[in-house]
């Protein structure tokens, strides 16, 4: 009778469970994961959890509903579900309400440009026919980003956004403009504004983008009108002039002075028989520019000297006043500023101190009033090349060239815009010193980065009054009237809050659709000649105090203000943060947000703004279809947000290698963990095998450094921390380590329930760590864990990990750092004895040493060649060895045909003649029929 076993090794050997798949099929299992979400109402879920826990609120700004998201929109939405997701993980309850800007010129212009397609003319439609429309447009549009965001893994009460076009919102803008009127902060003036002369209306500074331009640059000779000796008796009988430089020579027709600085030294200087006046520490560069050959200074004063003296206008018949200001610098120029009140803030400050006529001969358009001689009709920037040719005719041009400087654009269309003089209303910023009162919050706000606050105190230092009112049909409208007899405006707080009821009711097209009659309070009355006719004002609010009365929206839904976190652009600073900063201190004395995070621009991978012209762009539907959402996630997560970042398809692909060896590891840790139920198997830490507790206390200290990433919003460092943790701790030592004690010890043995009771606390932290971030593959691999109790359904409702020193040994990690130094020695000495690339098992590894690292290997011996993954480990003392010495050589014995290690006791037990007595007890203990 035959004691041989039959040879069905394979059923003996614990090979992984495959039903965790492979390829994570993004592209598929998204959207089917996602519908599980909305269909099992997930964010709800996830907020009853948090019932009752600290509220942790982030404020979502608005994008505007026109259009397709993008990849900036895409990487901010990201964010802040990274930032939702990983408070609540916290044990923070973050509800997440998005919101959409759906007021405003790009929506306008959207709707304008259907019309056009339509053959239809704007003209020919009424005012609330446009905002009908306007509405429809911007409703069509937040159903499909809505729809987008979603497919990103954001969760959020998609089904109730915020909208500014919400009744209720519309009249919270138009009661808050009637908080700045009862503090007496709102007026109507004729001062010069950022206008853009293609949409036709005025900007804000938070509406102005500074780019590259080139304008012409001019130096242009004013001829002395008053008598020169009264500025220096050696002037006397001199043919003088005071030489301005511009790079707006269309503004010339507008000149009505010359700002000098009273305490800056001018000189006289004759060249060619003419004398020319220049600040005298500006001379050098005049001369140059000029090509004075031999400047003769004559004489010499103060500014101060200027002061009311006059020059002839030099091609129109009017006096040009000297003025002394504070504006005029020595950065560039000739220190005689061209000044004209109805094109410039400088201007226009000056020129009211002199009583100076704020003159601006400029229409709507961007054309010179017929009124003006030789340029009337003509638009501006066209009109500069014939100013300058008069200038060459009069012989009074001294230098023209190009210069290029950064230049005002309108951040809508992208054009220039020009400084040009309206009625408009404005909020001061000096009524109820909220400049004062802005730069001391601003200094109590945490920024991310760091310069955010002084970017932005440097905004509010200079920051002249708000222009909120625009030319323009889809907004909130300025609740204003004027009176038909004496034109007299009448704007109030009960007018305001009169209409703001309205406004709740029927919406902000209750002014359009409305008789005036029936928007004015009862006994109304003009209040300088007390008629009762009034005509409405047309203009509409500035939509940035459209958004930035978002945080009452959010009050009323439950926020406490400030909250938590504002995170947006970096555009966002001169815009969102600006006006919400403003309006908040207004009403609540308070600033809207606690902390304030921004973001940098996604560029293509030279680092060039993307373009569709320039076919560069890379659009998060179509990668999301290529890829998946969780590859967009992750890549989102491995940048430095705080900068701009490039993206590209080679970018992406390095992301999905990374995705793959998360997935790898997500893989290996479930296939072992078939067989483990953590209520039953598990192995305590203190009686785990000594490298499975190595494994855990590593994974503790993961814990401890991602949590503190994500405290601190350092997604990057959170990603880092994972892919690192993956790749070394786990791919390229435990893992690689564990593999013959997981295939090749029974099932229930104590070496493999210590080993999957650690895999098991590993992946679990590593999947919950990850969740934030790979929002779609960690749920899925949650779906595959083994679970303990009454575990949550989704890791989103589950809760970080807390570190737990309890499964930390501080000297054991020290030990095992120790251990894979050696441990890299012996692989490099492997590969150079031809046992790398798989084939370690043939070799056998003798180490020489002496003293305590001898004493230290020794204790080791036993494990050494499972940590080495080679045959058999020898550790060999040698008095003579100056630093360890590693001697490779072919294992002696034979192959073990179920573990493949080479010994000298295969066959020993002839029940099982390929096998070493290791395996063979393994089998028996573990599968003792066979």
């Known amino acids: 009778m035959s004691t041989q076993a039959p040879s069905d090794l394979k059923s003996t050997v614990n090979l992984p469970d495959n039903s965790f798949p492979q390829k994570g099929n993004l592209v598929q299992a998204e959207p089917a994961r996602l519908q599980k979400w909305l269909s099992n109402n997930l964010y709800q879920q996830i907020r009853n959890a948090r019932a009752g826990k600290t509220i942790y609120n982030l404020h979502d700004g608005p994008p505007y509903a026109n259009g397709k998201i993008h ?61 009908k429309r306007c509405r429809a447009f911007a409703e069509r549009h937040i159903a499909d980003m809505n729809n987008d965001f979603s497919r990103l893994g954001v969760l959020g009460e998609w089904e109730n956004p915020y909208q500014t076009m919400n009744y209720q919102y519309e009249a919270d803008t138009l009661r808050a403009l009637g908080n700045f ?66 790079t707006t020579p269309w503004t010339l027709p507008a000149n009505l002075g010359i700002s000098f ?134 012989n009074i041009l001294l230098k023209h060239e190009d210069y290029e400087h950064e230049y005002p654009h309108c951040w809508r269309c992208s054009k220039p815009v020009i400084f040009r003089a309206t009625p408009q209303w404005f909020i001061s910023m000096d009524k109820t010193d909220l400049r004062g009162r802005a730069l001391k919050a601003i200094r109590e706000i945490k920024w991310k980065p760091t310069w955010g606050d002084e970017r932005m105190h440097n905004m509010f230092a200079d920051r002249i009054d708000w222009c909120i009112s625009r030319q323009r049909t889809w907004g909130v409208p300025i609740a204003a009237l004027y009176c038909k007899d004496c034109d007299t405006e009448l704007i109030s707080a009960d007018l305001i809050d009169h209409v703001a009821d309205i406004f709740e009711k029927e919406s902000a097209d209750a002014w359009y659709a409305r008789p005036v009659e029936e928007l004015v309070p009862q006994g109304t009355k003009c209040s300088k000649c007390e008629s009762t006719n009034f005509r409405k004002e047309m203009d509409i609010m500035d939509v940035w105090l459209d958004s930035g009365v978002s945080w009452m929206t959010m009050e009323r839904r ?70 998946g959402a969780d590859i967009l996630r992750l890549w989102a997560s491995s940048i430095d947000y705080t900068e701009d970042m490039s993206i590209s398809d080679e970018i992406l692909k390095r992301v999905s290698e990374s995705y793959r060896k998360i997935r790898n590891i997500a893989k290996y840790a479930l296939g072992n963990l078939a ?109 595959f864990l083994p679970k303990e109790g009454d575990e949550a359904s989704s890791v989103h409702i589950a809760e970080f990990p807390s570190y737990n020193s309890s499964l930390v040994e501080a000297d054991l990690l020290t030990r095992w750092e120790r251990l894979f130094a050696v441990r890299d020695r012996v692989k490099k000495a492997l590969e150079e004895g031809g046992f790398g690339g798989g084939s370690s098992l043939k070799a056998k590894v003798s180490l020489y040493t002496k003293g305590e690292e001898l004493e230290f290997l020794q204790g080791y011996q036993s494990q050494l060649h499972f940590i080495f993954i080679t045959s058999q480990t020898e550790v060999i003392a040698d008095e003579s060895a100056t630093e360890l010495k590693v001697k490779v050589e072919a294992a002696s014995g034979q192959k073990c045909e179920r573990c493949w290690h080479f010994t000298d006791n295969t066959a020993a037990n002839p029940r099982y003649p390929t096998v070493c007595s290791r395996c063979a007890n393994n089998i028996i203990a573990g599968w003792p029929n066979q």
């Open 71 to 131: 990849m900036g929109t895409a990487l901010n939405k990201i964010l802040k579900d990274f930032v939702v997701k990983s408070r609540s993980m916290m044990g923070y309850d973050t509800p997440y309400i998005p919101g959409y800007d759906c007021h405003g010129l790009p929506i306008e212009k959207k709707v304008e440009e259907e019309l056009e397609k339509a053959k239809l003319k704007k003209q020919d439609l009424s005012a609330l026919e446009i905002r």
């Open 558 to 627: 439950g926020y406490q203000v400030p909250v938590d976190l504002y995170l947006e652009g970096s555009d966002q600073y001169r815009g969102w943060f600006n006006s919400s900063l403003v309006c908040c201190l207004e009403m609540k004395g308070v600033s809207p947000y606690k902390t304030c995070i921004t973001h940098g621009y996604v560029l293509d991978k030279e680092k060039e703004k993307m373009s569709k012209s320039v076919g560069n762009v890379m659009e998060p539907g179509k990668i999301m279809q290529q890829h």
């Open 261 to 394: 600085s009273a305490s800056f030294d001018y000189s006289a200087v004759e060249v060619d028989g003419e004398v020319y006046i220049v600040a005298s520490d500006m001379l050098k560069v005049v001369s140059e520019k000029i090509a004075w050959q031999d400047p003769k200074v004559i004489a010499q004063f103060k500014g101060a000297k200027l002061d009311r003296l006059s020059a002839q206008h030099p091609f129109i018949n009017r006096e040009s006043l000297f003025m002394l200001g504070d504006h005029v610098t020595l950065e560039a120029g000739t220190g005689c500023v061209h000044t004209a009140p109805g094109h410039g803030h400088d201007d226009y400050i000056i020129g009211k101190q002199y009583g100076l006529e704020v003159y601006c001969p400029v229409d709507s358009r961007g054309k010179f009033k017929s009124e003006v001689e030789r340029f009337g009709e003509k638009q501006v920037f066209a009109a500069n090349k014939e100013i300058i040719e008069l200038l060459k005719e009069l």
């Open 675 to 783: 067989g483990f139920s953590p209520t039953t198997d598990t192995v305590a830490f203190k009686d785990m095998m000594e490298i499975d507790r190595w494994a855990v206390s590593v994974s503790q200290e993961l814990i401890k450094k991602v949590r503190k990433a994500y405290e601190e919003y350092e997604f990057h460092v959170a990603y880092r921390e994972i892919l690192g943790f993956c790749s070394l701790e786990l791919s390229s030592l435990y893992f690689d380590i564990l593999k013959d004690r997981l295939y090749t010890y029974p099932p229930k043995s104590f070496e493999r329930r210590s080993a999957q009771s650690a895999i098991y606390i590993i992946i679990k932290t590593l999947t919950l760590l990850s969740a934030p971030l790979t929002a779609f593959t960690a749920d899925e691999i949650w779906d």
């Open 181 to 246: 009127i009862r503090q007496g902060s709102v007026y109507r003036g004729f001062k010069p504004v950022h206008w853009c002369i293609n949409c036709q209306t005025a900007l804000a500074e938070a509406e102005v983008t500074r780019k590259k331009h080139i304008s012409p640059s001019v130096y242009v000779k004013f001829p002395l009108k008053s008598d020169p000796s009264q500025i220096d008796a050696q002037l006397a009988g001199k043919k003088v002039s005071v030489i301005i430089w511009t």
